[in-house]
């Protein structure tokens, strides 16, 4: 599935078209930013999404985060492209007591506080927050394939273009707009 920044920013929960931008000019600025990303690129885009969502994750973190794990993600884009659900390799990223990163097949960890690489914990990691890139994928796939067909004017059934209001509301930090009074009421608001 081959788009640009500007489109794959529409599929993302938490990243704007102009965090999308920051983004690319951040991890990499030598090139085009209107080219066509490759699956490893979309990957990294969506687990930054992902890392957005928690409070203690910073841009600079996000990056730090996906530069570290590129390699690990670029082989695993090598493996997913194309496969169905039931055939894809799993590949999680975890973040260990809000402090040390790893991915699936990896060793060693990251230290988000030194920023540096570690061979081992210093002791046992109590909280691990997971994201299952593999669930993230094809999750973000089928959102971008619903706001394609949304944009080509196919999406108006089924209450889709609804949902995606409500959705980009979400996205832009706005409560979807009550449809009803008791929403109202709920809301609210007069």
Known sequence: MATTIVEWSKALHMLDQKACKRITRALWSA???????ELSEQLQFMLIDWLSHLEFVTDATSIAIVQFVTNA???????????IRQLAPIFTVVICDC???????????????ESEVVEQLPAFAVTHLMCDVTALYFRTVNRFERVSKLQQGRGTENGLTEQLDDEMSRKAGRASTPKTLSEWADAGSP
């Open 31 to 37: 090139k085009d930013p209107d080219r066509e990303l």
């Open 73 to 83: 993600l670029e082989d695993y884009a090598k493996h997913l492209g194309g496969r």
């Open 99 to 113: 402090r040390w990163v790893s991915c699936t097949g990896m060793e060693k960890f990251f230290d988000l506080e």
